[in-house]
C-alpha cells in the first residue's frame, strides 16, 4: 500500500507555521508523505487563527468546500488545528459532521497518533488537552515538552523539515499572560510557557548545524521571556548572547516584543549583539492614552517613547515596526489623530494596521462595537497611507547604498529574486543563479517604492560566503 498523504494550509501568524512544521515533521516520521496538491491528499489539515472574525472566515468558507468534496470521498479525514479548534472545539464536534479532528494548539504532541486514530476509526476526535493555565499545571505537563506542548516524554524537533534552507523559526514560549482587553490569543495559547535556555541552544545549533544561519526567536510577548522560569535567572537579553555564540549563525531576529519589557538588559544587548538584526517590532496599538487605558495595554505613549528614547540612544540604528488596532470601542476622532501624530512622532518603518474586530469571550466583546464599519475603514486607510509615506522615505534614504541581503527565493516578478536586509527591508533585484538562494549578497539600492526596494547585485567573493558556510566550517 503506498504511503498516505497529507496536505497541510496555515492560516495564521509565524508561531501557527512553525506549529505547522512541527505537525508535519510528526507526520512524516510516522510515514506519511506530503501530497502535491490538496486534490490528492487523503488527509487535509487546516492549521486556523481566531485574532480576528476575517481569519476566521476564511476557514469556514473553505470548511464549507471540503464539505462537498467530502460527498463524493467519504474517506477523506478532515482536520482542523490551532486556535480555532481550541475556541470553537464544541461547535466543530457539533455542527460539522464532516471534520474529523479538532485539535487545539497545546496538543500536537500526539498529533500523528491522533490522525491515525482519525483515519481507523469512524467518527470524529477531539484531541483532549486544555492549553496551560497555571504554573502549577505547567509543571505537571513538563517544562521540557513545551516546544510541542505535550505531556510526557521530550520531542525532539527535526530540524530537516523547514520550508527554508538558510531560515528558521524557533518558539522560546507559548502563550500570553497579557491582559489586553481585545485579544484571543490568551484563551487560546493558554499562560506563558517558556523554554529552558539550554533546549534553546540545542535546538538552535541543530538548525546551525544543518545549513540554517538566520533564525527568529518567536514568542507572543517574547521580550517577557523566562520570567515564569523561576531560579533559572533566563531572559531574552542572556538567550540572545547565548545564541550569539553559535559561530554559523549569522542574524538572530525576535518577534513580537512589548513595550513593558522593554529594558536596559534587552537594550544593551541590541547594541552590543552585532548578529542581533537591527529592527524591534515593539506594538504599540494605540497613539491615544484614554485607547490604551481602556485595552489595558499598561504603558502611555509617554512611557513608550521615553523607552525607545533609551533605545536610541544606545542603538540609534534599530528600527521600529509596530502594530495598531483602529476603531477599537470608544475611539474618537480625536484618539484617531492621537495614533497618526504618534506614528509620525515615532517614525516607525513599518506597521500592520487592523481594524478591530470583536471577539466573543473577551473584555472588549461586551463592550458596543461602536465605531461604525465606513469610519474604521476610513481610518485604516488613513493610517495605512501615513505609514506607506514614512516606508517610502526611510526606502529613498536607502537608494545608492549597497546593502547586504539573504536572498530568500523567487519574487513575484519573474527573473527576479528577493531578499531582506537585516533591517528586515524586502529588495528585489534581477539574479537568475538559483545558487545564491539562502546566500547573503550585496545589493546596490536603486529604487525605492512604499513597500520594498530595487537593486542590482553587485559582484561578490564567494569565499567570502563559504566562511559561512557550516559544512566548511566544521570540516
Ligand atoms: N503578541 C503580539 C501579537 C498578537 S496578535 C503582540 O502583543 O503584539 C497580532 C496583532 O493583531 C496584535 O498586535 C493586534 O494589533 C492585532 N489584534 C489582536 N486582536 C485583535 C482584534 N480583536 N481586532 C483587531 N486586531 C487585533
Ligand atoms: Fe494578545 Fe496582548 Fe498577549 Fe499580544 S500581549 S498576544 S495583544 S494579549
Ligand atoms: Fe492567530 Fe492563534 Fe497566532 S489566534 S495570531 S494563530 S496565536
Known sequence: MSAPKYHLTSYGCQMNKLDSELVESKLR?????????????????????????????????????????????????????????QEHKRYLLSRMPHVDLVVGPSAFGDIDDTVEQARSKNGQIAAEREPARTKHEVAGAGVLSVDLGVSGDRIVRDVRVRPHRSQAFVSVMRGCNMPCTYCIVPTTRGDEVSR???????????????????????????????????????????????????????????ITSHPNFLNQELIDALAELPKVARYLHLPAQSGSNAVLKAMRRGYTTERYLLRIDQLRAKAPDIELHSDFIVGYPGETAADFEATVAFVKQVGFAQSYVFKYSPRPGTLAAELPDDVPEPE?????????????????AKNQALVGQTVEVLVEGDSKVAGRFSGRTAHHRLVHFAASDRELIGQYVPVRVTEALAHSCLGELLAHDAAQEGRNDPAEASA
Request: hydrophobic share 45%; proline share 2%; with cysteine.
Open 376 to 392: 474604521k475603514e476610513r481610518r485604516n486607510a488613513v493610517l495605512l497611507a501615513v505609514q506607506e509615506e514614512l516606508t517610502l
Open 196 to 254: 529552558p535556555i539550554a533546549d534553546l541552544v540545542e535546538e538552535t545549533q541543530r538548525l546551525c548545524d544543518d545549513g540554517v544561519t538566520e533564525i527568529t526567536l518567536l514568542g507572543q510577548t517574547v521580550n517577557a521571556y523566562g520570567r515564569d522560569l523561576t531560579g533559572q535567572d533566563a531572559t531574552l537579553a542572556k538567550l540572545l548572547r547565548a545564541l550569539h555564540a553559535i559561530p554559523s549563525l549569522r542574524r538572530l531576529a525576535f
Open 29 to 85: 516520521q510516522r510515514g506519511y508523505v506530503a501530497a502535491a496538491a490538496e486534490a490528492d491528499a487523503d488527509v487535509v489539515l487546516i492549521n486556523t487563527c481566531s485574532v480576528r472574525q476575517h481569519a476566521e472566515d476564511r476557514v469556514w468558507s473553505k470548511l464549507g468546500k471540503l464539505r462537498v468534496r467530502k460527498r463524493t470521498e467519504p474517506q477523506l479525514v478532515v482536520g482542523v488545528l490551532g486556535c480555532m479548534a
